[in-house]
C-alpha cells in the first residue's frame, strides 16, 4: 500500500479550529504532508515509475571486537551472501526494514532523505547488547552464556533503526515518559517488521522482542512481550521481566533514564489492544496511526497521555471523526489506564 | 576495597549488580582489579560524566568504590565510555554472577 494522499479536509478542520495550539500546529503540520504527498503523486503521474528504489544504500561493518571509537570498522563487500550470520542478518533486517518504511509509508530511509544505514557488528566482546549511537547501529555477539548474537532477532533491527527515525521525527528525549514512548515507538516497528516479513495477522504474530536472544540456558521466551508485558522471561539469574502493563503499576527509578525500557510495556500495551481490536495486518491500520503521530504530532518531551491524545487526533485524521480505527486507538489507551486527554 | 557496580539499561534493560570485596579475591583476580582502580585515578573522576545526547540502548554504569579511607561513586553512560574507564567496567563485569 502507497502513501495515502487521500485525507478528507474536514477532519482537519476539526483540528485547525481547536482551543488547543497544539493541535492547530499539527494540523498546519499533517496538511503540509499531504501537499508534498499530493505533489509527489503528480509528479509520479506523469511519467509511470513502478516502484522508485533510489535511496536504498545499506552498508554493513566488522568492528572486529573494537569499541566505539573503532567504529563503524571495516566495510564489508557482499554483506547479503555473506558467511558470518550476524553479518548477513544485520544486512537483511536493515534491508527489510528501510523496504518496510518504503513501501508501507514513503519513507526513505532514517532521515526520509536517503542517508546510509549502517550497521557494526561484532561490537566490543561478549557484548549483550545492541544500540544506536546517533549515527549507525552496532550489534553484540552475546556472551554465548545466557545471549546470542542480537541480530539474531530481526525486531531488534527494526527496533535499532527507528532509533534513527525517532531522533529525525519526533526526537522524544531519552528519560521518563518521553523516553518509554521513544523505546515503545521502536518496539512497535520493531515487531511490525517482523511481523510483515513473515506476513503475519494479529493473531498470528508473537508480539515478543528479541525472540532467540536468549540462550536455552535462559527461561524465557524473549526480552519482552507486547501482549503480556512482564511475562518475557523469569530467570533465576537474570531475574523477572519488569515491564507494568498499565499505569496502575508504572515504576518509578532513576536508572535506565527513569525506566525507558520497563515503562515502555504500558505504551506497547496499547498498541498492541489497538491493533487487537482492528485485527488483519497490523502495519495497515494501528501501525499506520502510530508512525503518522511518530513524523508529524509528538514533541521531544511528550508524556504518555500527550501521545494517547495525538494517536486518537491522527486517527481521525486518517480514517475519519467517530471511525472504528479512532475507537481502536482509544480503546487500547484506556486498556492501559491512560485516559485521552480532551 | 570494596567496588560495587550497577548496570542498568541497555536493549534488554535488565539490570545487573555486583558487589566485590576484594580481599577474599584470589591474588589473580584481586591485582587487575585494584590495578584498574588505581590506574584509573577513581576518586579524583568526576561523580557524572554527561549522557550523550542522542543515541539509544546504551548500558548506564554506576560504580562505587570504597578504599577504606574514601567511597567515591561515578556515573557513566555508554556510548562514550571514557577509556580510562572502560578496561575497570570490563574487568568488574567478569563478576556478575553468572
Ligand atoms: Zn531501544
Redo the contacts between chains.
Keep these: 500500500m502507497a502513501v495515502r494522499g487521500i485525507i478528507p479536509p474536514h477532519m482537519l478542520k476539526h483540528l485547525a479550529e481547536s482551543s488547543d495550539p497544539e493541535d492547530r500546529k499539527l494540523a498546519v503540520r499533517m496538511l503540509m504532508r499531504i501537499e508534498k504527498v499530493r505533489g509527489m503523486r503528480r509528479a509520479l503521474g506523469e511519467v509511470y515509475v513502478a516502484t522508485p528504489t533510489g535511496g536504498r544504500c545499506i552498508r554493513v561493518y566488522d568492528v572486529k571486537h573494537g569499541?566505539?571509537?573503532d567504529l563503524p570498522g571495516d566495510l564489508l563487500a557482499n554483506p547479503a551472501k555473506s558467511k558470518d550470520p550476524e553479518v548477513k542478518e544485520a544486512y537483511k533486517g536493515a534491508d527489510a526494514t528501510y523496504s518496510f518504511y518504503k513501501d508501507l509509508y514513503g519513507r526513505n530511509s532514517i532521515d526520509d532523505k536517503g542517508m546510509c544505514i549502517d550497521s557494526s557488528v561484532h561490537f566490543e566482546t561478549d557484548y549483550?547488547?545492541?544500540?544506536?549511537?546517533?549515527?549507525q547501529m552496532?550489534y553484540g555477539d552475546g556472551d554465548g552464556?545466557?545471549f546470542n548474537r542480537?541480530t539474531i532477532a530481526i525486531d531488534?533491527i527494526g527496533?535499532?533503526l527507528t532509533?534513527g527515525v525517532t531522533?529525525y521525527e519526533a526526537g522524544l528525549v531519552?528519560q521518563d515518559q518521553p523516553g518509554a514512548l521513544?523505546?515503545s515507538m521502536?518496539d512497535v516497528f520493531g515487531t511490525l517488521v517482523k511481523q510483515r516479513v513473515l506476513n503475519e495477522t494479529v493473531d498470528q504474530a508473537d508480539w515478543l522482542i528479541?525472540e532467540g536472544?536468549f540462550t536455552k540456558k535462559v527461561k524465557g521466551k524473549a526480552?519482552r512481550s507486547m501482549s503480556a508485558p512482564g511475562t518475557a522471561y523469569d530467570d533465576p539469574?537474570?531475574?523477572k521481566d519488569?515491564q507494568p502493563a498499565d499505569m496502575k503499576h508504572y515504576v518509578k527509578t532513576s536508572?535506565?533514564?527513569g525506566?525507558?525500557?520497563?515503562n515502555s510495556g504500558i505504551p506497547n500495551h496499547a498498541f498492541y489492544l489497538a491493533a487487537m481490536e482492528l485485527g488483519g495486518h497490523a502495519w495497515e491500520k494501528a501501525g499506520r496511526i502510530w508512525y503518522v503521530t511518530l513524523r508529524d504530532a509528538l514533541k521531544p518531551k511528550t508524556s504518555f497521555a500527550t501521545a494517547a491524545k495525538r494517536t486518537y487526533q491522527v486517527a481521525g485524521v486518517l480514517f475519519g471523526e467517530g471511525s472504528a480505527e479512532q475507537a481502536a486507538v482509544k480503546k487500547g489507551w484506556t486498556g492501559v489506564g491512560v485516559k485521552i486527554p480532551k | 576495597m570494596i567496588i560495587h557496580l550497577v548496570r542498568s539499561g541497555g536493549f534488554g534493560g535488565i539490570r545487573r549488580e555486583v558487589r566485590i570485596e576484594t580481599r577474599s579475591l584470589s591474588s589473580e583476580e584481586r591485582e587487575p582489579l585494584e590495578g584498574l582502580v588505581k590506574a584509573s585515578g577513581f576518586f579524583s573522576l568526576p561523580g557524572k560524566f554527561p549522557r550523550p545526547g542522542k543515541g539509544a540502548d546504551f548500558f548506564t554504569y554506576s560504580i562505587t568504590v570504597d578504599d577504606g579511607e574514601r567511597v567515591h561513586t561515578v556515573e557513566v553512560s555508554e556510548p562514550s565510555l571514557p577509556d580510562i574507564l572502560r578496561p575497570l567496567i570490563r574487568e568488574i563485569s567478569k563478576h556478575f554472577s553468572g
Design positions: 569499541s566505539d571509537s549483550d547488547n545492541a544500540g544506536w549511537d546517533g549515527r552496532i552464556v545466557y542480537f531488534v527496533h535499532e532509533h531522533e531519552y521513544n523505546e521502536s528479541g536472544i526480552l539469574k537474570l531475574g519488569p536508572e535506565d533514564e525506566g525507558v525500557h520497563i
